[in-house]
């Protein structure tokens, strides 16, 4: 059976780009999620018309993996409130596909 | 017979939790007397003025009785009516409180404790039947039986259980399990048995489709059921701004990102979101008063 597993999130960031940021209240979203799925996100309640690739930290550290795994690797549960800081992805679109 | 007690699940030393409970019991003393007086309005029946036959002796004559009384050669003589005094309904009342570790992440834990106080002492005053108290959170756990009396020490034995550290939030477990808890308990009361749930929780939960087929279900069985979602006090976010990411099918059958309101989609038909304890008598008053008035109306 498919996990309908959800968690609580806000997104933060740094960015200067003042039409980068959405506002901080919470989302409930799954926590299958990986950074394609979380940017897709961001870009829409960005409401982008092209969408911005972005990375995602969770205290200062990449999130490279799922929410899930991420979860497991720092023995947390899905009742955690995660802040997510995102950022421009500096990667090349090629790398960004393998993830 | 040997009285088992299940000692693991006591998560909280027994002094602490008479100290938590005075403490409960202070801030909330003059809560319960009036969300008591408010819930006696509501739930206990209206005084019945009705007169009602067939008595051989009464206050008024039932007057369709009087043919077949002379035609029976007054024999057929219960012609009276009386004023009868309506039976006592009978409730039974389950708070069920969310041990999940959500709720102290979003700093619940205290309202919580002052939720189960001033809801339990006020039904305690009400002598309104049946009180019972269960925890969930990865499972659902009775932690006061129906059959129970409630005392002050069966508070301080209630905290005792809660440390609010469960990794998972499973309402449709809870939902399944008091359906059972209920049915059973059925055979303790009279005909005009009242069941009523107060789910006390800070709301997050998943599945709300799954979720609402089995409050629908609790319904048909006349299982009423109360949310009261504790909204984060100190934190600066509420689950009112809360949004929900779901993935839905398009008409060609690709998965389309949509952000919703959390609560549009919340399970429960009746609920009320409270920040502060002051605010729980007047809201539960109101919901039930909802509640019984659309029974009326049915
Ligand atoms: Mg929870």
């Given amino acids: 059976m498919e996990d309908k597993s959800q968690i609580k999130i806000k997104f933060i960031t740094r960015e200067d780009n003042q039409d980068l940021h959405v506002d901080d209240k919470p989302l409930y979203v799954p926590i299958s999620l990986k950074r394609y799925g979380l940017s897709e996100i961001v870009n829409h309640l960005l409401e982008t018309e092209v969408p911005v690739p972005f990375d995602f930290l969770i205290n200062g550290t990449l999130l490279t993996t799922s929410i899930e795994e991420y979860l497991k690797e720092q023995a947390l549960s899905s009742e955690a409130f995660l802040t997510l800081e995102y950022t421009r992805s500096v990667l090349p679109p090629s790398y960004l596909a393998s993830f | ?298």
Wanted: proline share 2%; glycine share 4%; aromatic share 8%.
């Fill in chain 2, 1 to 298: 017979k040997p009285e088992v007690i299940d000692r693991d699940e006591d998560v909280v030393d027994i002094e602490k939790a008479r100290e938590l409970w005075r403490k409960s019991e202070l801030e909330t003393q003059d809560l319960a007397a009036s969300l008591c007086e408010q819930l006696r309005l509501i739930l206990e029946p209206t005084l019945s003025t009705k007169l009602k036959g067939d008595y051989k002796t009464g206050k008024r004559l039932n007057m369709k009785r009087i043919i077949s009384y002379i035609a029976s050669d007054f024999r057929k003589d219960k012609i009276w009516l009386r004023r009868t005094k309506p039976s006592k309904r009978q409730y039974q009342i389950m708070i069920a409180v969310d041990d999940s570790k959500s709720m102290s992440e979003s700093k619940s834990v205290d309202l919580a404790f002052q939720s189960i106080c001033l809801v339990s002492k006020a039904l305690t005053q009400l002598e309104s039947g049946g009180l019972s108290i269960v925890k969930f959170g990865e499972d659902t756990k009775v932690v006061h039986p129906f059959e129970k009396a409630f005392s002050a020490e069966s508070g301080a034995k209630i905290f005792q259980k809660f440390d609010f550290q469960q990794t998972r939030t499973d309402i449709k477990k809870l939902v399944r399990e008091s359906i059972d808890i209920f049915n059973n308990a059925r055979t303790l009361g009279n005909a005009d048995l009242w069941q009523l749930q107060i789910i006390i929780s800070d709301g997050v939960c998943e599945d709300h489709a799954t979720i609402q087929k089995l409050v629908r279900r609790a319904r048909e069985e006349k299982i009423m059921l109360v949310f009261v979602i504790i909204d984060g006090i100190n934190s600066d976010e509420s689950i009112m701004d809360m949004s929900q990411v779901k993935y839905l099918p398009d008409a060609n059958g690709n998965m389309v990102l949509k952000v919703d309101k959390y609560l549009d989609s919340f399970p429960f038909e009746f609920y009320v979101v409270v920040h502060d304890i002051t605010e729980l008598p007047k809201m539960l008053s109101l919901i039930l008063r909802q509640y019984f008035s659309e029974l009326a109306s049915n």
